[in-house]
C-alpha cells in the first residue's frame, strides 16, 4: 500500500500543480479544472495507503481495505460502463484500467491472507 499510495499522491499532485501536462497523458478528456478536482480526489486515497502501510495493525486497516476494493470494483464497473469515453489508442488507459484491476486483486489477496492469519491467531494479527 505505500508504493501504491506514493504513486496516487504523486499523480494527484501532477494533476493539480501541471493540469496541462496531466492532459496530454490522461485516459479521458479533462479541463484544467477537472484534472485539479481529480487530482484532489486521488489525494484521499493516496493518503490512505500511506496511513495503512505506516501502521503495522491489521485492526486498523481491515475496514479501510473493504471499502478501497468495493470503491475499486465501482470505479471499474463504472470504466466499463463508460468505456467509449476512454481514449483507447491512449497507453495510459490500460495502464490506468489495468493498474486498477491489479491493486483490487492484491487488495483482495492481501486481505484473505491477514483474513486467514487473525483466524489461526487472533491475538498476533
Known amino acids: 500500500m505505500g508504493i501504491v499510495g506514493a504513486i496516487t499522491i504523486a499523480v494527484s499532485v501532477l494533476l493539480f500543480l501541471q493540469p496541462a ?14 484534472a485539479r478536482v481529480t487530482g484532489a480526489m486521488f489525494a484521499l486515497p493516496g493518503l490512505v495507503g500511506l496511513g495503512v502501510a505506516l501502521d503495522p495493525r491489521w485492526s486498523s486497516a481491515r475496514l479501510i481495505l473493504q471499502a478501497q476494493a468495493f470503491s475499486i470494483l465501482f470505479i471499474l464497473i463504472s470504466a466499463a460502463r463508460a468505456w467509449d469515453e476512454f481514449n483507447q ?8 484500467v489495468g493498474g486498477l484491476a491489479l491493486l483490487l486483486i492484491g487488495i483482495i489477496a492481501f486481505y484473505l491472507v491477514m483474513e486467514s492469519r487473525r483466524k489461526q491467531n487472533p491475538t498476533a494479527v
Do not use: A, C, E, G
Open 89 to 96: 489508442s491512449n497507453p495510459v488507459t490500460y495502464l490506468f
Open 21 to 34: 501536462l496531466m492532459i496530454s497523458v490522461w485516459p479521458w478528456q479533462l479541463t484544467p479544472l477537472t
